[in-house]
């Protein structure tokens, strides 16, 4: 459910103003060719009617994809000079948007993070993505080694730039995961595939913790 608004917009070579349509409201989960757009940079690019120059639309804009727990307010650069505004422009905004989407649960978003410019966003996305291979490719080896699979909490992983699921290596008594378990589970995988860039880097984070990392 993807929202266009249109809105007059200047060309930053100072041409004359003109009106336009952007979006500002993305569900990555839905609007897989927004999505595409947002990660090549074409999102909100517009061509100038005076001098044919490209240039963003200074516009916010919200991406939202619940099922990854992301939720970004992007703002543009230039909304920097006045973050502690715009951050409580995103605090009012989101209290608006849990109290809309109240009766479905599974569409309330995770904890909203203000960006100012599209580029981080992007790098984001992208780290995503590369995650999600790897991600993909270890739950194929835990189920040849049989090793149950633990769902870290997404957002929690992407803060640290680690996968956001975790073997865990029972023992036949053993009826909840603890670390012990989980970092033998991490050698088990490693020693089938030592290449898991995001594994190895729980493995290191792991070792030196005293608890599991929030698991859904």
């Given at each position: 459910?993807?929202?266009?608004?249109?809105?007059?917009?200047?060309?930053?070579?100072?041409?004359?103003?003109?009106?336009?349509?952007?979006?500002?409201?993305?569900?990555?989960?839905?609007?897989?060719?927004?999505?595409?757009?947002?990660?090549?940079?074409?999102?909100?690019?517009?061509?100038?009617?005076?001098?044919?120059?490209?240039?963003?639309?200074?516009?916010?804009?919200?991406?939202?994809?619940?099922?990854?727990?992301?939720?970004?307010?992007?703002?543009?650069?230039?909304?920097?000079?006045?973050?502690?505004?715009?951050?409580?422009?995103?605090?009012?905004?989101?209290?608006?948007?849990?109290?809309?989407?109240?009766?479905?649960?599974?569409?309330?978003?995770?904890?909203?993070?203000?960006?100012?410019?599209?580029?981080?966003?992007?790098?984001?996305?992208?780290?995503?993505?590369?995650?999600?291979?790897?991600?993909?490719?270890?739950?194929?080896?835990?189920?040849?080694?049989?090793?149950?699979?633990?769902?870290?909490?997404?957002?929690?992983?992407?803060?640290?730039?680690?996968?956001?699921?975790?073997?865990?290596?029972?023992?036949?008594?053993?009826?909840?995961?603890?670390?012990?378990?989980?970092?033998?589970?991490?050698?088990?995988?490693?020693?089938?595939?030592?290449?898991?860039?995001?594994?190895?880097?729980?493995?290191?984070?792991?070792s030196s913790s005293k608890q599991l990392p929030p698991l859904i």
């Amino acid at each position: 459910m993807a929202l266009k608004g249109r809105v007059e917009v200047k060309c930053p070579r100072g041409c004359g103003e003109m009106d336009s349509d952007v979006w500002s409201f993305i569900r990555g989960d839905r609007d897989e060719e927004l999505k595409e757009a947002l990660i090549d940079g074409e999102l909100n690019l517009l061509v100038c009617e005076e001098c044919s120059g490209v240039f963003y639309a200074e516009v916010p804009f919200v991406y939202s994809d619940p099922a990854a727990q992301m939720l970004v307010f992007c703002f543009p650069d230039s909304f920097k000079a006045e973050e502690s505004r715009w951050r409580d422009k995103m605090h009012e905004d989101y209290a608006q948007m849990k109290a809309i989407l109240t009766d479905d649960k599974r569409s309330v978003p995770a904890e909203p993070q203000l960006l100012f410019g599209i580029e981080p966003l992007r790098v984001m996305l992208k780290a995503d993505r590369e995650m999600e291979i790897e991600v993909a490719v270890a739950e194929a080896l835990c189920r040849e080694l049989k090793l149950p699979i633990l769902q870290v909490k997404r957002s929690f992983a992407r803060g640290g730039g680690v996968p956001w699921v975790l073997p865990c290596r029972l023992s036949a008594k053993a009826k909840t995961a603890t670390l012990a378990a989980v970092l033998k589970g991490l050698d088990e995988l490693l020693a089938r595939n030592d290449v898991l860039a995001g594994f190895q880097r729980w493995k290191v984070v792991l070792s030196s913790s005293k608890q599991l990392p929030p698991l859904i």
